[in-house]
């Protein structure tokens, strides 16, 4: 079973601080995706990688970073947090494109992320 | 740009009957991925069912099925004889094969079960 898991299930901040939210994947994925998702929008995607240390902005990258140091590891990081970053974050991950492209994303559970 | 609707915020079926999910999305491509999502409440989010474009036969899995009308681009989700364990929020997705990985989500519908 492919197993993607998120360092915190629920995390409070304050305005202006670094948060750190980490995903790890242990399938040997190479791609790997930050999405947030808010009622109404559905998920919108932030960040992908491809590669290690390799990155790709989404559709809505302003006001997050991304690190990806190792392959299994993917980490999004907000440098400044702001109330209109509350929200939820879904990591997801799948192979790279020598797969068949109707393969799925596969999630892990979500940080649900409240800034004070 | 691909854009992905669903009109339908909310849901309600009554145990063991079937229920329509509706879908559409715009597109110029000719070759595409849809996909439907389930995410139970507070669990992760998994692969329902998935449909190639050029495929011309509805795609089913289980009590699963879809209704893909390429020409007025939509997507809709059957579920038949539904269950208590189907009640979470159900997402279309679209994947695009020029720009490969990225999926583009709808906005969600919610589906609750009544026993």
């Known amino acids: 079973d492919v197993k993607v898991t998120q360092s915190s299930r629920y995390l409070v901040k304050r305005t202006g601080e670094k948060v750190f939210l980490e995903c790890v994947q242990d399938m040997d994925h190479e791609n790997m995706f930050w999405y947030r998702q808010d009622p109404g929008l559905g998920l919108r995607l932030i960040y992908f990688?491809?590669?290690?240390?390799?990155?790709e902005k989404g559709d809505i990258p302003e006001g997050y970073s991304v690190s990806r140091e190792k392959k299994e590891r993917f980490s999004l990081i907000l440098e400044s947090a702001s109330t209109n970053q509350t929200s939820m974050y879904l990591c997801a991950s799948n192979h790279g494109p020598t797969v068949a492209y109707q393969e799925t994303q596969y999630f892990g559970p979500g940080t649900r992320l409240l800034v004070l | 740009a691909q854009t992905v609707t669903q009109s339908q915020p909310e849901m309600s079926v009554q145990e063991a009957e079937t229920v329509t999910l509706s879908c559409t999305y715009d597109?110029?491509?000719?070759?595409?991925?849809l996909f439907w999502y389930k995410q139970p409440p507070s669990r992760q989010m998994i692969l329902v069912i998935r449909?190639?474009?050029?495929?011309?036969q509805n795609a089913t899995e289980n009590r699963f099925s879809v209704n893909f009308q390429k020409a007025a681009k939509s997507f809709s989700l059957k579920i038949s004889d539904s269950q208590l364990g189907d009640a979470a929020m159900y997402f279309c997705?679209?994947?695009?094969?020029?720009?490969?990985?990225?999926?583009?989500f709808g906005a969600g519908t919610i589906l609750r079960v009544k026993s």
């Open positions: 597109t110029s491509e000719s070759d595409y991925y």
């Open positions: 990688s491809y590669d290690v240390k390799m990155k």
């Open positions: 449909q190639e474009a050029y495929k011309q």
């Open positions: 997705a679209y994947r695009s094969l020029e720009y490969g990985n990225k999926l583009v």
